[in-house]
Protein backbone atom coordinates (compact mmCIF):
# COMPACT_ATOMS: atom_id res chain seq x y z
CA UNK A 1 0.00 0.00 0.00
CA UNK A 2 1.21 3.62 -0.94
CA UNK A 3 1.79 6.57 1.69
CA UNK A 4 -0.18 9.41 0.86
CA UNK A 5 0.71 13.10 2.06
CA UNK A 6 -0.69 16.36 2.54
CA UNK A 7 0.69 19.62 4.00
CA UNK A 8 0.41 18.08 7.74
CA UNK A 9 -0.32 14.73 7.62
CA UNK A 10 1.11 11.56 5.97
CA UNK A 11 -1.14 8.53 5.46
CA UNK A 12 1.36 5.20 5.90
CA UNK A 13 0.61 1.27 5.88
CA UNK A 14 0.17 0.22 10.01
CA UNK A 15 3.00 -1.54 11.46
CA UNK A 16 3.16 -3.26 14.31
CA UNK A 17 5.37 -1.17 15.98
CA UNK A 18 1.88 0.85 16.01
CA UNK A 19 -0.34 -2.25 18.19
CA UNK A 20 -0.04 0.15 21.68
CA UNK A 21 -1.48 3.29 19.93
CA UNK A 22 -4.27 0.89 17.97
CA UNK A 23 -5.13 -0.46 21.49
CA UNK A 24 -5.55 2.46 22.83
CA UNK A 25 -7.24 3.94 20.12
CA UNK A 26 -9.71 1.29 20.11
CA UNK A 27 -10.21 0.55 23.50
CA UNK A 28 -11.55 3.79 23.84
CA UNK A 29 -15.87 3.55 23.79
CA UNK A 30 -15.83 7.32 22.87
CA UNK A 31 -13.83 6.21 19.69
CA UNK A 32 -15.35 2.71 18.53
CA UNK A 33 -19.17 3.26 19.62
CA UNK A 34 -20.14 4.11 15.97
CA UNK A 35 -18.16 1.80 14.62
CA UNK A 36 -20.88 -0.77 12.57
CA UNK A 37 -23.87 -2.43 14.11
CA UNK A 38 -22.31 -3.27 17.16
CA UNK A 39 -19.43 -1.81 18.45
CA UNK A 40 -16.53 -3.25 20.52
CA UNK A 41 -13.49 -2.08 21.73
CA UNK A 42 -10.13 -4.11 21.71
CA UNK A 43 -9.33 -5.61 24.35
CA UNK A 44 -5.64 -7.23 23.89
CA UNK A 45 -2.09 -6.07 22.18
CA UNK A 46 -2.89 -9.49 19.90
CA UNK A 47 -5.89 -8.29 19.03
CA UNK A 48 -4.25 -5.00 18.04
CA UNK A 49 -1.98 -7.07 16.21
CA UNK A 50 -4.46 -9.53 14.25
CA UNK A 51 -6.58 -5.90 13.16
CA UNK A 52 -2.64 -4.27 11.36
CA UNK A 53 -2.43 -7.75 9.97
CA UNK A 54 -6.17 -7.40 8.36
CA UNK A 55 -5.31 -3.89 7.51
CA UNK A 56 -1.84 -4.50 5.91
CA UNK A 57 -3.78 -7.28 3.62
CA UNK A 58 -5.36 -4.94 1.49
CA UNK A 59 -3.73 -5.61 -1.89
CA UNK A 60 -5.36 -2.92 -4.39
CA UNK A 61 -3.97 -0.09 -6.31
CA UNK A 62 -6.82 2.65 -4.40
CA UNK A 63 -8.40 1.58 -1.75
CA UNK A 64 -6.81 0.79 1.56
CA UNK A 65 -6.40 1.14 5.84
CA UNK A 66 -3.74 3.97 6.24
CA UNK A 67 -2.76 4.79 9.67
CA UNK A 68 -3.11 9.24 9.92
CA UNK A 69 0.39 10.43 11.63
CA UNK A 70 1.66 14.31 11.70
CA UNK A 71 3.98 14.74 8.55
CA UNK A 72 6.27 16.50 10.78
CA UNK A 73 6.95 14.51 13.94
CA UNK A 74 5.25 11.13 12.66
CA UNK A 75 3.18 10.86 15.89
CA UNK A 76 -0.20 8.54 15.47
CA UNK A 77 -3.36 10.27 14.99
CA UNK A 78 -5.94 7.83 13.98
CA UNK A 79 -6.70 5.62 11.03
CA UNK A 80 -8.45 6.44 7.66
CA UNK A 81 -10.13 3.65 5.23
CA UNK A 82 -11.17 3.79 1.71
CA UNK A 83 -12.89 0.23 1.09
CA UNK A 84 -15.91 -1.54 -0.25
CA UNK A 85 -18.86 -1.70 1.77
CA UNK A 86 -20.58 -4.35 2.72
CA UNK A 87 -24.02 -5.05 2.10
CA UNK A 88 -26.57 -5.69 4.73
CA UNK A 89 -28.48 -9.14 4.81
CA UNK A 90 -30.56 -9.81 1.75
CA UNK A 91 -29.53 -6.79 0.05
CA UNK A 92 -29.55 -7.20 -3.96
CA UNK A 93 -26.04 -8.25 -5.27
CA UNK A 94 -24.91 -7.93 -8.98
CA UNK A 95 -24.00 -4.36 -8.73
CA UNK A 96 -20.30 -3.20 -8.51
CA UNK A 97 -19.36 -2.77 -4.82
CA UNK A 98 -19.82 0.71 -3.27
CA UNK A 99 -16.60 1.88 -2.04
CA UNK A 100 -16.67 3.90 1.90
CA UNK A 101 -14.10 6.64 3.01
CA UNK A 102 -14.10 6.43 7.10
CA UNK A 103 -11.67 7.72 9.91
CA UNK A 104 -11.42 7.27 13.69
CA UNK A 105 -9.26 9.54 15.32
CA UNK A 106 -7.50 9.47 19.01
CA UNK A 107 -9.44 12.15 21.29
CA UNK A 108 -6.23 13.76 21.96
CA UNK A 109 -6.15 14.83 17.93
CA UNK A 110 -10.05 15.68 18.01
CA UNK A 111 -10.77 19.54 17.07
CA UNK A 112 -8.04 19.92 14.89
CA UNK A 113 -9.05 19.47 11.12
CA UNK A 114 -6.91 16.40 10.76
CA UNK A 115 -10.09 14.00 9.56
CA UNK A 116 -10.95 16.33 7.40
CA UNK A 117 -7.69 16.94 5.89
CA UNK A 118 -6.60 13.37 6.06
CA UNK A 119 -10.34 12.30 4.03
CA UNK A 120 -9.71 15.11 1.67
CA UNK A 121 -6.74 13.90 0.67
CA UNK A 122 -7.58 10.25 0.46
CA UNK A 123 -10.61 11.71 -1.97
CA UNK A 124 -8.78 13.51 -3.82
CA UNK A 125 -6.12 10.37 -4.55
CA UNK A 126 -8.58 8.10 -5.36
CA UNK A 127 -10.29 9.88 -8.06
CA UNK A 128 -6.94 11.18 -9.39
CA UNK A 129 -7.17 7.13 -10.21
CA UNK A 130 -10.46 6.36 -11.90
CA UNK A 131 -12.94 6.10 -8.34
CA UNK A 132 -16.37 7.68 -9.52
CA UNK A 133 -18.19 7.88 -6.74
CA UNK A 134 -17.36 7.89 -2.80
CA UNK A 135 -19.97 7.03 -0.08
CA UNK A 136 -19.33 7.91 3.77
CA UNK A 137 -21.72 5.65 5.73
CA UNK A 138 -22.17 6.85 9.18
CA UNK A 139 -24.30 6.21 12.85
CA UNK A 140 -27.32 8.56 12.90
CA UNK A 141 -26.25 10.06 16.25
CA UNK A 142 -22.65 10.71 14.51
CA UNK A 143 -22.96 14.60 14.34
CA UNK A 144 -19.06 14.85 14.09
CA UNK A 145 -18.08 12.84 11.27
CA UNK A 146 -21.68 13.96 9.53
CA UNK A 147 -20.06 17.44 10.15
CA UNK A 148 -16.65 16.29 8.18
CA UNK A 149 -19.29 14.89 5.41
CA UNK A 150 -20.03 18.41 4.85
CA UNK A 151 -16.60 20.21 4.69
CA UNK A 152 -15.64 17.76 2.62
CA UNK A 153 -18.59 18.83 0.46
CA UNK A 154 -20.26 15.14 0.45
CA UNK A 155 -24.01 15.62 -0.35
CA UNK A 156 -26.32 13.76 2.22
CA UNK A 157 -28.25 11.34 0.32
CA UNK A 158 -30.46 10.27 3.08
CA UNK A 159 -30.99 7.26 5.89
CA UNK A 160 -30.60 3.71 4.53
CA UNK A 161 -30.04 -0.27 5.93
CA UNK A 162 -28.41 -0.90 2.85
CA UNK A 163 -24.90 -1.59 4.69
CA UNK A 164 -23.81 -3.09 7.86
CA UNK A 165 -27.64 -4.20 8.74
CA UNK A 166 -28.10 -1.24 10.29
CA UNK A 167 -29.84 2.07 9.46
CA UNK A 168 -27.07 4.65 8.47
CA UNK A 169 -27.12 8.52 7.33
CA UNK A 170 -25.12 8.26 4.19
CA UNK A 171 -23.26 10.96 2.25
CA UNK A 172 -21.77 10.97 -1.76
CA UNK A 173 -18.81 12.36 -3.11
CA UNK A 174 -18.16 12.60 -6.61
CA UNK A 175 -15.58 14.17 -8.64
CA UNK A 176 -15.28 17.71 -9.02
Known sequence: MRTITS??????????????FLLDLESR????RFLGAHPATMNTRADALASIARRRAIDHPI???WAITTAADGRLLGN???KPIPLSAGEPTGRPNDVEIGWHLHPDAWGH????EAAETVLHDAFS?????????TDPDN??????????????TG??????DTPNELFEKLPS
Do not use: N
Open 7 to 20: SRLLLRPWHDDDAD
Open 29 to 32: WEVV
Open 63 to 65: HGI
Open 80 to 82: LLL
Open 113 to 116: GYAT
Open 129 to 137: RGLTKILAV
Open 143 to 156: QASQAVCRRLGMSH
Open 159 to 164: RTTRYY
